[in-house]
């Protein structure tokens, strides 16, 4: 059983449309993350969400949005994409308690290519 | 604010021998977690090991183990009988209240 997933893994889109990348976790973790990674190989978080806190990372545009219909999803929804978001987008998840607390587990990542 | 600095943007290793990729991290709190992370060309994040920053005894997953400095802030992983397999990017993390990743470490594994 896939513990984190993505869709879609790749992802070709026109600059200026509209985007969407889902995430789920059947883990049963209660915090869910989106991470950018660039070219470089650099990973950046963008936001950490749980059912009561979203926490942005200031240094993300406001054409990225979260949204989490409920505690096993949490889709990334991007505005009017431009050529820097190219990128691959990781999703991950953890628990704050338990054995595993704090480890983060990764989805696949969707590779996202603006045109 | 907390970082996290991988000296060693490549490096390589022959099959069989040990290989030790660096780490330091710079953070003002007393509790907090360290992990390393692979990244083999199929682009999924796997955990290799980690450490929790109040245990002085340094974690070991099979021929992976670290050496935790907590005074130096200093968070090596050392690969022993590294296998082909290995090559990879190895991203070392701290977690307090957030996630923060070193820039990684290029590893290859040569036959």
């Known amino acids: 059983d896939t513990a984190v997933s993505q869709t879609p893994k790749y992802l070709v889109t026109q600059m200026g449309n509209d985007k969407s990348i889902k995430c789920e976790q059947n883990?049963?973790?209660?915090?869910m993350y989106w991470y950018k990674q660039d070219s470089k190989k650099f990973l950046k978080i963008m936001f950490s969400y749980n059912n009561k806190e979203l926490i942005i990372n200031e240094t993300v545009p406001n054409r990225f949005s979260p949204k989490s219909p409920d505690k096993a999803h949490l889709n990334l929804h991007i505005n009017s994409l431009e050529l820097g978001d190219s990128a691959v987008y990781f999703c991950?998840?953890?628990?704050?308690?338990?054995?595993?607390?704090?480890?983060?587990?990764f989805g696949p990542g969707t590779r996202l290519t603006v045109l | 604010a907390q970082t996290v600095t991988q000296s060693q943007p490549e490096m390589s290793v022959q099959e069989a021998e040990t290989v030790t990729l660096s780490c330091t991290y710079d953070t003002s709190e007393n509790n907090y977690y360290l992990f390393w992370y692979k990244q083999p060309p199929s682009r999924q994040m796997i955990l290799v090991i980690r450490q929790e920053a109040y245990k002085q005894q340094n974690a070991t997953e099979n021929r992976f183990s670290v050496n935790f400095q907590k005074a130096a802030k200093s968070f090596s992983l050392k690969i022993s009988d590294s296998q082909l397999g290995d090559t990879a990017m190895y991203f070392c993390a701290f977690m307090a209240n957030d996630m923060r990743f070193g820039a990684g470490t290029r590893l290859t594994v040569k036959p």
């Open positions: 883990l049963g973790h209660d915090t």
């Open positions: 991950a998840s953890s628990q704050k308690v338990g054995l595993n607390k704090n480890e983060q587990f």
